[in-house]
């Protein structure tokens, strides 16, 4: 979630000193004299100390301390919060549950967390109705206030789009694919027939797979929570334009996240990229300055959401009081939007959108691509997606195990759908 994004009017808006100023009134610590030290589990950069806030808050309440404590893969860092849940110790006040794992930990471990939907001051009207939804147990308790959110747009090469004949122009790019990712790679055939050497349409066939799985509400799983993987139309679609984008050289043949990705980006080896607004700061690092001005960004074919996370309080905390004032503090649409400008952390509070600091940024690296208003509007039509339990764990067999076997083995499709369905079955019981 880093990146380097302009402001063209960054006066903070007086709610926020409002909000800060009621914060500072009501909120426990510090009465009787001692200093309370709240601690805060995430894993990546959320970016609250980046942000300055975390610094900000306990200025704003001289009893408060507070410590982050940050493991950087999320695939560490969930496994050993089950872990603590499981054992009730070893907890921070405040721990970070990124989307993959929220239906899990609201439907199987829910009582183990605070009711933060009755928490002061916190109303179900500031979310999107979506992110709101994720994290609501079976009986209606909410036990996790959203953070970011990963609206997909993609990010293009106006250089080698140029080059293959085709609109450079972020509107007009939008439009050569609106609402269906089939026009997307009809796209990557027009420039697969005239682009510039060395160079393919898209990156991988997994990212595809990624960004055209979340715009379907049911995935994985159907509304009754019956496991859908097999079966399920979004799955299958998605698996099958995937496929068919590799089948048709449009891929670069890489894994995502992975050194030859990085080093793609340097290269300049693809021309397009699934992007959701974490991906920014991504770009921009591994392209480097060569690639300053030569990217945009355009709306992606259909809305869908890839990521986002949660701040939830677990009951086994020593500080739960002071911990829930912080956590409510934190996901406010005033601290969302500072989140915004420093780290292009797209707020999951359709409040910040409106704020000046996110309706007129500008990411300079990307064209001045006005990224606040594309990723809103794509927040806004994202569906409410169907989690289950094990989402993780069978997303993961799909993109790390099935498409590689595609793309990078040379596997027929048919065999890479087969060892997919093994790998679930093996890894988790559906």
């Given at each position: ?20 100023a009621l914060l500072a009134a009501c909120a426990p610590g510090g009465a009787d004299g001692r200093t309370t030290t709240l601690t805060v589990g995430t894993f990546g950069v ?203 050289g449009l891929t670069a043949r890489l894994k995502q996240f992975e050194k030859p990705w990085d080093q793609a980006y340097a290269n300049g080896r693809f021309a397009t990229v ?157």
């Open positions: 979630m880093r990146g380097s994004i302009r402001i063209r009017r960054a006066a903070l808006l007086p709610a926020v000193l409002l909000t800060a959320f970016g609250y100390r980046q942000a300055g806030l975390y610094a900000e808050y306990e200025r704003l309440h001289p009893g408060i301390r507070v410590r982050e404590s940050v493991i950087e893969r999320n695939d560490v860092y969930y496994p050993q919060l089950l872990t603590h849940l499981a054992a009730g110790s070893g907890l921070a006040d405040i721990q970070a549950v990124e989307v993959g794992g929220i239906h899990d930990v609201a439907a199987a471990r829910g009582d183990l967390f605070e009711d933060l939907g009755k928490a002061p001051g916190v109303r179900r009207s500031t979310w999107l109705d979506w992110k709101w939804a994720q994290a609501t147990t079976p009986d209606g308790r909410t036990i996790g206030l959203g953070t970011d959110i990963g609206p997909v747009a993609v990010c293009y090469r106006k250089d080698y789009f140029r080059k293959a004949g085709l609109p450079t122009d972020r509107a007009a790019v939008g439009r050569l694919w609106v609402g269906d990712w089939g026009g997307y790679l009809r796209i990557g055939q027009r420039y697969r027939d005239r682009a510039p050497a060395g160079t393919v349409f898209t990156d991988s066939a997994a990212g595809l797979f990624n960004a055209v799985l979340h715009g379907y509400a049911e995935r994985y799983y159907d509304r009754s929570g019956r496991p859908r993987f097999a079966d399920s139309p979004a799955v299958r679609a998605s698996w099958e334009l995937a496929v068919r984008a590799v089948r048709e699934a992007c959701p607004p974490w991906m920014l700061g991504y770009i921009k690092e591994k392209s480097g300055a060569a690639g300053h001005g030569r990217w945009d960004v355009a709306a992606a074919p259909r809305p869908a959401n890839w990521g986002g996370s949660f701040l939830t309080v677990p009951r086994a905390g020593r500080h739960r009081a002071a911990a829930i004032a912080l956590a409510t503090w934190l996901t406010a649409p005033e601290q969302q939007t500072r989140l915004f400008v420093k780290q292009a952390a797209i707020p999951s509070t359709p409040a910040a959108y409106a704020m000046p600091q996110v309706a007129s940024a500008h990411n300079p690296y990307f064209g001045d691509a006005p990224i606040g208003q594309i990723f809103a509007a794509a927040a806004r039509g994202v569906p409410t997606l169907v989690i289950g339990p094990d989402e993780q764990q069978i997303g993961s067999a799909f993109v790390d195990v099935g498409i590689p076997q595609v793309e990078q083995q040379g596997r027929s499709p048919a065999a890479a759908w087969a060892a997919v369905q093994r790998e679930i079955h093996n890894a988790v019981d559906p």
